[in-house]
Nanobody, 110 residues
């Protein structure tokens, strides 16, 4: 299983980013995909997940500002982040089962 995140980078408060997670090595269409984040000095926080059928869930901290989606043909999961706040600063990683990507940094700062 390989999960490779991309799309992070410095963004100003109020800005937007779309993170991507390219998956390989497993039957992508059969699995839930999740995004988690870890802010500096804090523990892991679940952000969102999407089922194989496209059902979505969001943490209260991002609900209304975040959209998760998946492209089964590309085996890629996306996380659209809008109206970003400094408290959204974190390493964002994707996850399925016991597999994790390396993550992509999202610093939110002016």
């Amino acid at each position: 299983v390989q999960l490779v995140e991309s799309g992070g980078g410095l963004v100003q408060p109020g800005g937007s980013l779309r993170l991507s997670c390219a998956a390989s090595g497993f039957t992508y269409t059969s699995y839930y995909m999740s995004w988690v984040r870890q802010a500096p000095g804090k523990g892991l926080e679940w952000v969102s997940d999407i089922s194989s059928g496209g059902g979505t869930r969001y943490a209260d901290s991002v609900k209304g500002r975040c959209t998760i989606s998946r492209d089964n043909a590309k085996q890629t999961t996306y996380l659209q982040l809008n109206s970003l706040k400094p408290e959204d600063t974190a390493l964002y990683s994707c996850n399925t089962g016991n597999s994790w990507g390396q993550g992509t940094q999202v610093p939110v700062s002016s």
